[in-house]
């Protein structure tokens, strides 16, 4: 397992990824108290969390209610994420609460992408 390190613009925050991020394009859309939401696109995933990318990305440490279409889950998945990163077309989610259906369905997209 790999571990890499980031460090935001916000002096003094490091976080060290626990989890290896699979590529990925699947629509994830976010609901937002502040602004009615269209539907945005997964960069990659991992069971720690999702980068999306937006055009309109929000404020670092928002809590936000995010609804995915992971291509090995039968139904979307929704989990509760917030904003630990975000650039002016992208942003990063880490999974507040994840479910063992986005779990399975994480790992069956890693699976997938290995045998490719």
């Known amino acids: 397992m ?8 916000r002096p003094g925050y490091t976080q060290a990824r ?8 699947f629509p994830v859309r976010l609901v937002s108290s502040s602004s009615l939401r269209l539907t945005d696109e997964a960069r ?5 969390g999702v980068c999306v ?3 309109n990305p929000l404020s670092l440490m928002t809590l936000v209610p995010v609804r995915m ?20 077309d992208a942003m ?14 994480i790992e069956r997209l890693r699976a997938a992408m290995h045998r490719i």
């Open 53 to 55: 990318v937006t055009k």
């Open 69 to 88: 279409e992971l291509p090995t889950a039968r139904e979307p998945i929704e989990v509760l994420g917030r904003v630990m990163w975000a650039t002016s």
């Open 44 to 48: 990659d995933v991992s069971e720690g």
């Open 92 to 105: 990063g989610l880490r999974f507040e609460q994840p479910d063992v259906r986005l779990m399975d369905s």
């Open 18 to 25: 626990r989890h290896s991020r699979v590529p990925a394009s």
């Open 2 to 9: 790999s571990v890499e390190i980031f460090v935001s613009k």
